[in-house]
C-alpha cells in the first residue's frame, strides 16, 4: 500500500466533493420558493416538460433564474469531484491487504461510477432545459428515471467510504 497512487487524490477530491456538495445545497436553498416546494430536487423529480415550464417561471418571476443557473453548474462541479474522489477512495481501497476492505473498493468504484453517469444525465438535462428555457419531456423524463439510482448510487459511496474506513481500521489491529 505504500506505492498506491489512488490515495493522495482519494484524500483530496472525497472531502473537498463535500465541502462542494455542501456549496451546492447553500446555492439552491433559495430555490425552494412558494411556486416551486422543493426547489431544486422538485426540478429534478418533475418528469414531464410541463412541470419543468411552471418551475422555471416561477423561478425567472422571482428573479431566481440565475441562481439556478449557478446552483446547476456548481452541482457539474461538485459531481466531478466528488465522484472521482469516491472512484479514487474505491481504487486506493482496492490495494488494501484484507479481503473485506477491497472488496468494499470494489463496489465503491462501481458505484462511484454510476453515481457520475446518472448525475450528470440528470444535471446536464436540467441545465439544458433551463438555458433553453422551456422544458421538455424526454429530458425531464430521464431526469427524474436516473434520480432515484443517483441518490442510491452517492448513498453507497458516502457510507461506502466511511465503512471501508472503519472496517480498514479494524482490520489492522493486532489480535
Same mark, same amino acid.
Given at each position: 500500500?505504500?506505492?498506491?497512487?489512488?490515495?493522495?487524490?482519494?484524500?483530496?477530491?472525497?472531502?473537498?466533493?463535500?465541502?462542494?456538495?455542501?456549496?451546492?445545497?447553500?446555492?439552491?436553498?433559495?430555490?425552494?420558493?412558494?411556486?416551486?416546494?422543493?426547489? $431544486?430536487?422538485?426540478?429534478? /423529480?418533475?418528469?414531464?416538460?410541463?412541470? #419543468?415550464? %411552471?418551475? &422555471?417561471?416561477?423561478?425567472? !418571476? *422571482?428573479?431566481?433564474?440565475?441562481?439556478?443557473?449557478?446552483?446547476?453548474?456548481?452541482?457539474?462541479?461538485?459531481?466531478?469531484?466528488?465522484?472521482?474522489?469516491?472512484?479514487?477512495?474505491?481504487?486506493?481501497?482496492?490495494?488494501?491487504?484484507?479481503?473485506?476492505?477491497?472488496?468494499?473498493?470494489?463496489?465503491?468504484?462501481?458505484?462511484?461510477?454510476?453515481? $457520475?453517469?446518472?448525475?450528470? /444525465?440528470?444535471?446536464?438535462?436540467?441545465? #439544458?432545459? %433551463?438555458? &433553453?428555457?422551456?422544458?421538455? !419531456? *424526454?429530458?425531464?423524463?430521464?431526469?427524474?428515471?436516473?434520480?432515484?439510482?443517483?441518490?442510491?448510487?452517492?448513498?453507497?459511496?458516502?457510507?461506502?467510504?466511511?465503512?471501508?474506513?472503519?472496517?480498514?481500521?479494524?482490520?489492522?489491529?493486532?489480535?
Amino acid at each position: 500500500m505504500a506505492d498506491d497512487p489512488f490515495r493522495a487524490k482519494f484524500m483530496l477530491l472525497w472531502p473537498l466533493g463535500l465541502v462542494l456538495f455542501a456549496g451546492v445545497i447553500w446555492l439552491g436553498l433559495p430555490l425552494d420558493i412558494e411556486g416551486v416546494p422543493g426547489g $431544486i430536487l422538485a426540478h429534478q /423529480a418533475a418528469g414531464d416538460g410541463r412541470s #419543468i415550464d %411552471l418551475i &422555471q417561471r416561477a423561478w425567472m !418571476d *422571482a428573479g431566481l433564474y440565475d441562481r439556478a443557473r449557478y446552483a446547476m453548474f456548481g452541482d457539474i462541479v461538485f459531481i466531478t469531484v466528488y465522484g472521482l474522489g469516491s472512484w479514487y477512495a474505491g481504487l486506493h481501497f482496492m490495494q488494501d491487504p484484507a479481503t473485506r476492505v477491497r472488496r468494499m473498493g470494489i463496489m465503491l468504484v462501481i458505484a462511484a461510477a454510476l453515481f $457520475i453517469a446518472t448525475d450528470y /444525465a440528470e444535471t446536464f438535462a436540467q441545465i #439544458i432545459q %433551463l438555458q &433553453q428555457e422551456r422544458g421538455s !419531456d *424526454a429530458m425531464a423524463s430521464v431526469a427524474a428515471t436516473v434520480r432515484p439510482v443517483k441518490i442510491a448510487a452517492w448513498l453507497v459511496t458516502f457510507f461506502g467510504v466511511i465503512a471501508a474506513l472503519v472496517v480498514r481500521r479494524i482490520s489492522a489491529r493486532p489480535a
